[in-house]
């Protein structure tokens, strides 16, 4: 197997050297800082169309080639419309991104096919990762098919609809008591005297690099019209900075003519990068108590949110947190206005849109729903008869 032929190398982001393909890298082994992906392309390289519609519609501008990568067939996830949402919201047209119906239920699916043809490049075997929950699932299954060992640690916190599935994937699971803070600090203690691999989805630069496709199929669906405004769901800074990176990419390649207005959604009650954003900081504080139903975006020390406030403020985008009350709301207004059952960190972003001020009124909005929504449906109920219903 081979890297794409415009695999030029690993950029670090933060002391600018550039180091050969690697795919055991996790950090610049000079500086210790973040990696990204080096392609040397041309607006030729347009996608492949021959690839149907998934996330290998993309390979010119991916550092795998197809038959390397573990490929359990991510993307081409549909782009539903929400007419009915969309008359309640200040924007003239809105879009869902459903990322629920990528192989395990969320958009990290994209990211692993990638990740995982690196890593079975660079000769890994074992492999292991603290997670809220979907990046577990999306590990666990890239892994068993690359014949990879692993171990995923989640907080007890977790659905059990994300602890189910990555049991039954195979490998080691921990249950570790409280929230995501605690998995990670057991995983770091795990580390020391064990031999996985680590696996950080908001560090690894070709996970981030797989979960850029998300925003150039988007683009795709709206015959390469850039909608006017993009939400993603933000908790460790890996998607958005994914998604922002593509936007810039797709006007550089002139596969668009500019990029999008991009809004970082979160949940108020763990909202680092918002409060980073708000706060004119380049660093965002962690959060000492973080408490929001939302598990997924549950993370109070995201590892790439210095990188993501960096690419946010590089584009003008915007960064916005809504309760749990909104995001509750978000979600059940798709449901019954559209029959789209999303996460409820879709519902965090379908929310953002109606606390963001001076969009245009005829926009075309799209919002990232991250993951399956059919496996959180039981929240959902559980908040509407906590509401007399």
């Known amino acids: 197997m081979s890297w794409n032929p415009a695999f030029a190398g690993l950029d670090c982001l933060a002391c600018g050297e550039r180091h050969p393909p690697d795919g055991a890298a996790e950090r610049c082994p000079a500086c210790d800082g973040l990696l990204t992906v080096a392609l040397e392309v041309t607006p030729d390289d347009v996608p492949d169309e021959d690839n149907g519609i998934g996330l290998w519609r993309f390979g010119p501008v991916l550092p795998v080639t197809r038959s390397q990568a573990v490929d359990l067939r991510p993307g081409g996830t549909p782009l539903v419309q929400a007419p009915g949402v969309a008359d309640e919201l200040p924007v003239a047209q809105l879009f869902v991104k459903e990322e629920g119906r990528n192989p395990t239920g969320s958009i990290f699916d994209r990211g692993m096919a990638i990740c995982g043809g690196a890593l079975t490049h660079a000769g890994v075997t074992e492999i292991g990762l603290a997670s809220p929950g979907w990046s577990g699932q999306a590990a666990s299954t890239m892994a068993a098919r690359a014949g990879m ?111 999008p207005t991009v809004i970082a959604a979160q949940p108020a009650g763990c909202a680092p990068i918002v409060d980073a954003y708000e706060q004119e900081s380049d660093t965002p504080v962690p959060v000492q108590h973080p408490d929001t139903i939302c598990g997924e975006l549950e993370i109070p020390e995201p590892p790439a949110g210095r990188l993501a406030l960096r690419r946010l403020r590089a584009i003008d985008g915007s960064a916005v947190a809504v309760t749990d009350q909104e995001a509750f709301a978000g979600a059940i207004a798709l449901a019954r206005r559209d029959g789209i059952i999303p996460s409820i960190a879709g519902g965090v972003a379908t929310a953002a849109l109606s606390n963001v001020g001076d969009l245009p009124h005829d926009a075309t909005a799209v919002v990232i729903n991250p993951g399956d929504g059919l496996t959180q449906a039981d929240r959902l109920r559980s908040y509407l008869m906590s509401q007399g219903e």
């Open 149 to 259: 060992e692993r171990a995923v640690f989640v907080p007890s916190r977790s659905s059990f609809a994300a602890k189910a599935l990555i049991n039954v994937a195979g490998g080691e699971m921990r249950v570790i008591p409280g929230q995501f803070a605690d998995a990670v600090a057991a995983w770091r203690d795990a580390t020391a005297d064990a031999s996985w691999h680590p696996i950080d989805p908001a560090v690894n630069p070709y996970l981030r690099r797989g979960l850029a496709t998300v925003y150039w199929e988007l683009l795709a669906a709206c015959q390469w019209t850039l909608p006017e405004v993009v939400v993603v769901p933000t908790g460790s800074g890996a998607t958005l900075t994914a998604v922002i990176e593509a936007a810039i990419a797709a006007k550089r390649m002139d596969w668009a003519a500019d990029t």
